[in-house]
């Protein structure tokens, strides 16, 4: 299960920052020469936002991927403090676990309250 939860949540986007940041560093850099050299610079200017923009959503992306790596290591410690198999149907774990379980004709899916969700063949 844990495999199955890096691979949807990823490693983090560290390193597609530091492109980003490096560009940006590049690009204002260009960007100073041209203002200095009284010539136009709205193209690197706008590329520049565009960056920014687009490191903004990787950041972002990542702390969601970290709120939903916290939530799914909080229900493993519970699930690890149980310390015996579940056998029987257990009502306060299901409230405690699952958000919602959709029902269709051929399967059902589980969303989980950490976020994830599997599908369930019948």
Do not use: C
Not at 29 to 49: H, V
Not at 51 to 80: F, H, I, T
């Amino acid at each position: 299960m844990k495999e199955n939860i890096e691979k949807v949540i990823g490693s983090g986007n560290a390193s597609k920052v530091e492109e980003v940041e490096a560009e940006l560093a590049d690009l204002q850099k260009e960007l100073l020469k041209k203002a200095n050299a009284r010539q136009a610079y709205d193209d690197i200017a706008d590329k520049i936002e565009e960056l920014r923009r687009k490191k903004q959503e990787l950041l972002l992306e990542d702390a969601n991927n970290e709120g939903s790596r916290q939530r799914v290591e909080e229900m493993e410690k519970m699930l690890d403090e149980m310390g015996t198999a579940v056998t029987e149907y257990d009502e306060g774990l299901v409230r405690k676990l699952i958000e919602k379980i959709t029902v269709y004709d051929d399967h059902f899916t589980v969303e989980f309250k950490s976020g994830l969700e599997t599908e369930v063949a019948m």
